[in-house]
């Protein structure tokens, strides 16, 4: 049974939360230790994080920040917050998936079980292309001696990319991809993933037209 731990302050929202995820065939903790909340969830191991942005005594971002830090734990954000401000920063500190409350249940589960089904199984396998190498198994990209760790997402966007070299990958296909469904993801999160792919790449001093955007049709490598 995949285990969730859920970091929200507002109790009848965290209530109705446990409860439809419990419905759902998961097993669903609370973690209440807002200033530890980062270190708590890594420290249970769940197949998934969800983490609202406005807790007591803490800063969603920076729960999201230390827990990337530490684990490789998928996390969603769930917010009342639309702000394209906070999802661009909530991505780029590690989040792998921003939702706004109120939520629609099944949007909901549509998110939490691709996440968890995207980070279940890690074959081993290595895309090379241009000199870069894409480990799947460590989720590690390296160049010329250098490596960086990649989040799940970005993982899953340079595979896709590395492994249909100079085919355009529609921004479609990525998002179901990454997320089984472009149907609920708003399209700024996409470009905010690939964007952190190309700083990751960067800090190895990967080329910077090494993922170039088609626009108005997609990437390609």
């Given at each position: 049974?995949p285990?969730?731990?859920?970091?929200?302050?507002?109790?009848?929202?965290r209530?109705?939360?446990v409860?439809l995820l419990?419905l759902?065939?998961?097993?669903?903790?609370?973690c209440e230790?807002?200033?530890?909340?980062?270190s708590?969830i890594?420290?249970?191991r769940?197949?998934l994080?969800i983490v609202?942005?406005?807790?007591?005594?803490?800063?969603?971002?920076?729960?999201c920040?230390?827990?990337?830090?530490r684990?490789?734990?998928?996390?969603l954000?769930?917010?009342?917050?639309d702000?394209?401000f906070?999802?661009?920063?909530?991505m780029?500190?590690?989040a792998?998936?921003y939702?706004?409350k109120?939520?629609?249940?099944?949007?909901?589960l549509?998110?939490?079980q691709?996440?968890?089904?995207?980070?279940?199984?890690?074959?081993s396998?290595?895309v090379?292309?241009?000199?870069?190498?894409?480990?799947?198994?460590?989720?590690?990209?390296?160049?010329q001696?250098?490596s960086?760790e990649?989040?799940?997402?970005?993982?899953?966007?340079?595979d896709?990319?590395?492994s249909?070299?100079g085919?355009?990958v529609t921004?479609q296909?990525l998002?179901?991809?990454?997320?089984?469904?472009?149907?609920?993801?708003?399209?700024?999160?996409?470009?905010v993933n690939?964007n952190?792919v190309r700083?990751?790449?960067?800090s190895?001093?990967?080329?910077?037209?090494?993922?170039?955007?088609k626009?108005?049709q997609?990437?390609?490598v």
């Open positions: 049974m285990r969730i731990c859920i970091v929200e302050d507002d109790v009848i929202l209530q109705e939360l409860h419990e759902n065939g998961y097993e669903a903790s609370v230790d807002y200033a530890q909340a980062a708590r890594a420290s249970q769940p197949d994080a609202d942005l406005k807790v007591p005594g803490a800063d969603g971002h920076s729960i920040r230390d827990l990337r830090k684990s490789a734990v998928p996390i954000v769930l917010t009342s917050s702000s394209e906070d999802e661009v920063m909530s780029n500190l590690g792998d998936d939702l706004t109120p939520y629609r249940p099944a949007v909901l549509a998110h939490v691709a996440l968890i089904r995207r980070s279940s199984s890690v074959p396998r290595v090379t292309h241009k000199g870069v190498s894409l480990d799947i198994a460590s989720g590690q990209a390296r160049y001696g250098k960086v990649l989040s799940r997402n970005e993982q899953r966007i340079l896709v990319l590395m249909n070299p085919v355009i921004r296909e998002m179901c991809e990454l997320w089984d469904t472009d149907s609920f993801i708003d399209d700024n999160t996409l470009t690939v952190r700083k990751a790449l960067a190895l001093g990967v080329p910077g037209d090494f993922v170039t955007t626009r108005g997609g990437y390609l």
